[in-house]
């Protein structure tokens, strides 16, 4: 068995001996007969990877995803539900647990969670990690993603019927939480929410550094993570570095492959409505019927724009990049955080905002 990180993750991408032995030894653990109640939850979440592969069948479901957020196209929710099994695959959860030691009992804390809906199963971490460390865990959804989550959560608690995993309408009477949201709704929360331990995360979003000597299936892979949900996620690229004298027809002969984007009705709107107004205000921009590419030091362009900024060295381009960290949620490119293609297929480990939510939660019911 290969204990190899992914080529999108923040885990190196050959372990230290010591950890790949860790790691088989919590892989022979995972699947040891025992009565063990962290090995139980471990388990759960393996066969949940093979539990959920039901789903794709259920056409009422994928009809009621879409029909309920016109942006969780049938493809990107499908995506999202296997980005969500491949990171439970067997040797990644071997791997996760190899960073910790046992996880505590179950315990009574209630654990609140208040759901992004940017994305399909955006908050689905959050419910894990909870669940993995034993808290009994109270989630509100996104009005925007209530119909996805709901269902893979309902494979989780049919495999394991002690899970506790609440819905709710409010989080009252919670001894801790974990939200997302903009920068403004985090203010709030951090008022509301300042006597209950929390980890709060606003917007952030990623960054693509080219050098110029991407291959094309890198440029194929970079297309993936711009296009992919149309750039709405955390860990969507929205803004590139490029050399100074970077061609960029490379980045559009590579963008041809998600030309029907431009047919899906809000994305559409929002390309065209940007479009004239660039053009009413006389601001420079290229094109290709689906995209609008902008020279801006902005890293959240509105959907359908991608910014593009030239750097004169690598130098310049790190320092760039380090003075707008707090920004940030990955950067993607060669020698980066994370490979070309792997921008929305996080492992377990690539905690948003590089917060640690399980060792928080552990810390948390050992206090």
């Known amino acids: 068995m290969a204990l190899l990180g992914h ?33 139980s939850r471990l388990q759960t979440l393996e066969k949940l990877a093979g539990a959920l592969e039901a789903l794709y069948a259920d056409e009422a479901l994928w009809a009621q995803v879409r029909a309920k957020n016109p942006w969780f196209t049938p493809e990107f929710a499908q995506h999202a539900l296997r980005s969500w099994q491949q990171a439970l695959r067997p040797e990644a959860l ?152 970077y061609d960029v027809q490379r980045l559009f002969a590579s963008w041809v ?19 004239a107004l660039f053009m009413l205000n006389q601001e420079p921009f290229l094109e290709n019927h689906f995209v609008l590419l902008r020279e801006h030091a902005a890293l959240k362009p509105p959907v359908g724009v991608l910014h593009y900024q030239r750097y004169t060295d690598l130098t310049q381009a790190k320092a760039l990049l380090q003075a707008l ?10 020698g980066q955080a994370t490979g070309f293609g792997a921008g929305q297929s996080p492992e377990l480990w690539d905690y948003a905002d590089q917060v640690d939510t399980y060792q928080f939660l552990v810390d948390q019911a050992q206090g």
């Open 7 to 39: 080529s999108g993750s923040q885990a190196p991408q050959l372990m230290h001996s010591s950890v790949m032995m860790m790691a088989m030894w919590w892989w022979l653990l995972l699947h040891k007969d025992t009565d063990l109640l962290m090995d």
């Open 94 to 245: 071997a791997f996760w647990a190899s960073r910790y030691g046992s996880p505590p009992a179950k315990h009574d804390r209630i654990l609140g969670v208040l759901c992004a809906g940017n994305l399909p199963l955006v908050g689905l971490h959050d419910i894990l990690m909870g669940y993995v460390a034993g808290w009994t865990v109270h989630y509100k959804p996104s009005s925007e993603d209530n119909v996805l989550l709901p269902a893979v959560l309902a494979c989780l608690e049919s495999l394991d019927p002690a899970a506790s995993l609440v819905q709710v309408e409010r989080l009252n009477h919670i001894h801790g939480l974990l939200a997302t949201g903009s920068s403004n709704t985090m203010r709030y929360f951090e008022h509301y929410f300042q006597h209950i331990p929390h980890v709060l995360r606003g917007s952030r979003t990623s960054v693509a550094l080219l050098t110029g000597a991407e291959t094309e299936e890198d440029l194929k892979g970079l297309a993936d993570d711009i296009f992919r949900y149309f750039g709405r996620g955390c860990r969507s690229v929205t803004h590139v570095l490029i050399p100074q004298d």
């Open 257 to 275: 492959p998600w030309g029907d984007i431009g047919q899906h009705a809000k994305y559409g709107s929002n390309y065209d409505y940007h479009r």
């Open 325 to 334: 960290e707090s920004e940030i949620q990955t950067v993607v490119g060669t």
